[in-house]
């Protein structure tokens, strides 16, 4: 081989290896950026997974707190419903009970005495209105209890509560007409009245408890949709 084609020889070897040379970094390079950017994916993907992780613990966790809060709240609520209607059974029997027979007592012992009997009846009525008012500070300590369960309540329960209140409101009047009207009813021996009266406040008792119930299974779905 002479000397000009041992050049060319040369020279086209050369080129290929700068060729071969160039290709290799060209594809390096770009090997190497594919690389640097699935990495960096990888990375953004990573931290995507590690937000959405963290959102997902961070919600269970708010989620998690407004169950616990909420039971609380309503569990508080029916503890201080229970005690409140333990209260007025109790208040009848305990209360209502001595205060009806000491008045039938004296209306037997001052019968032929009107003057006796209207004092009688004033003392009856000054002991039933102390009465009412300890049963209306109860009640009052139920409609502020009531207050704050509206404000984590849904709108059915919210609902169910006003009809409650209105319920309790509404047998607190009508107690409050009828033992009003007992000392006549017990004079004049109206025995239909009076059993009217007992109908009347049983039909009412059963209305709150029906209502009670709801609410309880409405309490129940509320929580159930956290």
């Not at 640097?36 to 931290?47: D, G, P, S």
């Not at 809060?69 to 001595?98: A, V």
């Not at 209140?165 to 009076?194: C, G, H, W």
Request: net charge neutral.
């Amino acid at each position: 081989m002479d000397t000009s084609n041992q050049i060319s020889y040369f020279s086209l070897m050369a080129i290929i290896i700068i060729g071969l040379l160039f290709l290799y970094l060209k594809t390096y390079i770009s090997q190497k950026a594919k690389n640097k950017a699935l990495r960096n994916e990888n990375l953004t993907l990573t931290q995507q997974i590690e937000d959405i992780k963290k959102r997902h613990e961070l919600d269970i966790a708010k989620r998690k707190y407004q169950y616990e809060s909420k039971k609380e709240q309503y569990l508080k609520f029916f503890q201080l419903i229970d005690s409140f209607t333990g209260k007025q059974n109790l208040s009848c029997i305990n209360k209502m009970t001595p205060i009806i027979t000491e008045f039938y007592a004296g209306f037997l012992a001052t019968i032929d005495d009107k003057t006796e009997q209207n004092k009688v009846c004033t003392v009856y009525m000054e002991k039933i209105q102390n009465l009412m008012n300890e049963n209306n500070t109860e009640l009052m300590k139920v409609k502020q209890e009531t207050n704050t369960i509206r404000l984590i309540a849904s709108q059915e329960v919210i609902e169910l509560l006003n009809l409650m209140e209105r319920t309790y409101d509404y047998m607190f009047d009508t107690s409050a007409q009828i033992i009003n009207m007992l000392p006549n009813n017990i004079m004049k021996n109206n025995q239909i009245v009076l059993q009217k009266h007992v109908e009347i406040l049983t039909e009412i008792s059963h209305s709150a408890l029906n209502i009670k119930e709801h609410l309880i299974q409405q309490m129940r779905n509320d929580l159930n949709k956290i």
